[in-house]
């Protein structure tokens, strides 16, 4: 069982970035998935989670209309197009299994190591 | 959304001895939606906790969680050195996932 962030890099603010995850070693479409971040030095923020058919999705109130999450099972992967990037979106960003199919809602069972994500002028 | 208030902040303890981390939430959290988990330095969190007190797959048994309503606790009866770590809790079971701010336990 594995998740396998990338696409993390250095950004201007305002600027864009798409993060994906790939997974492996189980399957894909029976979980919901999330991104979770981590500030510099800072705790864990939940950011976003989707169902497994990617019906039902949730933010955290700071990326609203930022950030957009979504998932294709035929390609096990799932992402998050962030755009209007801002200097506190700087973080360490894990791709996160939920135990359940039918949506976010739960604990996360299994974490990827994480892509990091430098917003900066 | 259920605020999430870990303490101590620190926890200087020795080997061997026990250690008590407290988990408050901002309301009742239904049906003991409350996960533990324990990061290292430059690792992943790696779930330790669900339902408020049921061990993840693999977790040793010295490590134990209990309450309900708004007070959680995580107890590790007697601390390994590989439990010296930053734990954090988490509410689930509503559209907005929120973690605690993150007790830091370290070696004395």
């Known amino acids: 069982v594995q998740l396998v962030e990338s696409g993390g890099g250095v950004v201007r603010p305002g600027g864009s970035l798409r993060l994906s995850c790939a997974a492996s070693?189980?399957?894909?479409?029976?979980?919901?998935m999330s991104w979770v971040r981590q500030a510099p030095g800072k705790g864990l923020e939940w950011v976003s989670g989707?169902?497994?058919?990617?019906?039902?999705?949730g933010y955290v109130d700071s990326v609203k209309g930022r950030f957009t999450i979504s998932r294709d099972n035929a390609r096990n992967s799932l992402y998050l197009q962030m755009n209007s990037l801002r200097a506190e979106d700087t973080a360490l960003y894990f791709c996160?299994?939920?135990?359940?199919?039918?949506?976010?809602?739960?604990?996360?069972?299994?974490w990827g190591k994480g892509t990091t994500v430098t917003v900066s002028s | 959304e259920i605020v999430l208030t870990q303490s101590p902040g620190t926890l200087s303890l020795s080997p061997g001895e026990r250690a008590t981390l407290s988990c408050r939430a901002s309301?009742?959290?239904?049906?003991?939606?409350l996960a533990w988990y324990q990061q290292k330095p430059g690792q992943a969190p790696r779930l330790l906790i669900y339902?408020?007190?049921n061990r993840a797959t693999a977790i040793p048994d010295r490590f134990s969680g209990g309450g309900s309503g708004t007070d959680f606790t995580l107890t590790i009866s007697r601390l390994e050195p590989e439990d010296f770590a930053v734990y954090y809790c988490?509410?689930?079971?509503?559209?907005?996932?929120?973690f605690g701010g993150g007790t830091k336990v370290e070696i004395k």
């Open positions: 996160t299994r939920h135990p359940y199919a039918n949506g976010y809602y739960y604990y996360m069972d299994v």
């Open positions: 070693g189980f399957t894909f479409d029976d979980h919901g």
């Open positions: 989707i169902n497994w058919q990617g019906g039902s999705t």
């Open positions: 309301q009742s959290v239904s049906t003991s939606y």
């Open positions: 339902g408020a007190s």
């Open positions: 988490q509410h689930y079971g509503s559209s907005v996932l929120t």
